[in-house]
């Protein structure tokens, strides 16, 4: 067996040692004649896990007593309609952030429900960049100011927390969540579909502030309602259960890793390696704004795009493979979330030095 180094934006690499425990664990979990994805999720066995899953996050990521943590299903896009849905209030319009496309798509569903606000948008330098905290257009009246501190796409990453005073920032942490330490109590709300950094997709993790709970408008679908899944332990229906067990071992890993902190140490070198390879020649090239450079999602060019497709075949000979970028960018794209090994980064640099030694 091989294990390739998988740069897949998403579905991502899961770390070896959780899909081995998780074989381990397959026909029998914990002599119970079962496997977690035929329990009831309501016995006491299932219950267990999803009861650890919750506290080993809450742990990892220091989460605040006066936070909610829901497991729900519907990705990070059913979050896009969640979110004016439940916390508009008496309010009549929400600040929203455009760096990029996971920020234009949360901003067009926003607007089938409330007035948009755009305080800041990168759109004209085509999302290279991150606004500064003075660039901000905030309305002190917003019911909430929604950014996308990582961009997967254009692999565009915020360098600071903006500070929004009174009004509750919500932010899309789809692709950078738990990949360095964060201060939770910053946020009214902190989302993130699994499938990048946390688990199997399927599963849906919203961390709310309580006093954001129980504002959602009359005609706010049940399933879409923050306190219903709130007070009923995400199990108003059946949730996702098996993404829910691997979420949770891939928790444990984390703490193994030396929680955040150990994540944040690999991560930091993995990315510095990568950018450091692709600023050491002209033969390559990253359009991102230096302090706007995602630790998660590279996206990198070659000068000559006539040997993209000789890179990506080359690549994947190596067992380096989804490297190939974003339809709407081009070029490739290296996703090197936690799972990806720092081996996996120094294959793919050594295979970009060999390939310029070869083509240039
Ligand atoms: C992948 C991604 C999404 C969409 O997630 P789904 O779970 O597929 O709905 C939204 N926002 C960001 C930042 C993403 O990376």
């Not at 896009?77 to 008496?90: E, K, R, V």
Request: hydrophobic content about 40%; glycine content about 8%; aromatic content about 10%.
């Amino acid at each position: 067996m091989t294990r390739k180094f998988n740069f897949s934006a998403g579905p991502a690499m899961l770390p070896t040692a959780v899909i081995e425990r998780a074989q381990a664990e397959m026909l029998d979990w914990n002599g119970s004649g079962m496997s977690t994805m035929e329990m009831s999720h309501r016995g006491k066995e299932y219950m267990s896990i999803a009861a650890k899953a919750e506290s080993d996050l809450r742990e990892v990521m220091g989460i605040p007593d006066n936070y909610k943590v829901l497991f729900l299903q519907g990705g990070a896009s059913s979050q896009f309609a969640m979110i004016p849905l439940n916390l508009m209030g008496d309010k009549a319009s929400a600040d929203y952030i455009n760096t990029g496309m996971w920020s234009k798509k949360a901003i067009s569903e926003a607007k089938r429900y409330t007035t948009v606000n755009i305080a800041a948008d990168t759109s004209e330098g085509g999302f290279t960049a991150v606004p500064t905290q003075a660039e901000l257009k905030l309305d002190p009246n917003a019911a909430y100011v929604h950014y996308t501190p990582n961009e997967t796409i254009g692999g565009v990453e915020f360098d600071y927390i903006p500070e929004t005073g009174d009004v509750p920032l919500i932010a899309d942490m789809s692709s950078t969540i738990l990949s360095r330490p964060l201060d939770v109590s910053k946020f009214g709300m902190i989302y993130a579909g699994a499938q990048k950094n946390i688990g199997p997709a399927g599963l849906t993790i919203v961390i709310i502030r309580d006093d954001l709970l129980g504002k959602a408008s009359s005609n706010c679908p049940t399933m879409f309602n923050y306190s219903v899944h709130a007070e009923n332990d995400s199990m108003y229906n059946t949730p996702s259960t098996y993404s829910w067990y691997m979420a949770g071992l891939v928790f444990e890993w984390l703490k193994e890793q030396g929680g955040l902190e150990g994540m944040a140490e690999v991560n930091k070198r993995k990315a510095e390696k990568l950018y450091a390879a692709i600023d050491a020649t002209d033969f390559y090239g990253s359009p991102v704004a230096i302090n706007a450079r995602s630790w998660m999602n590279v996206p990198f060019t070659l000068a000559d795009a006539e040997l993209d497709a000789a890179f990506l075949k080359g690549a994947s000979e190596r067992g380096l493979v989804t490297l190939k970028g974003h339809r709407s960018v081009g070029g490739m794209r290296a996703s090197i979330y936690n799972a990806m090994p720092e081996a996996g980064v120094d294959a793919l640099v050594a295979f970009m030095q060999e390939f310029e030694a070869a083509n240039a």
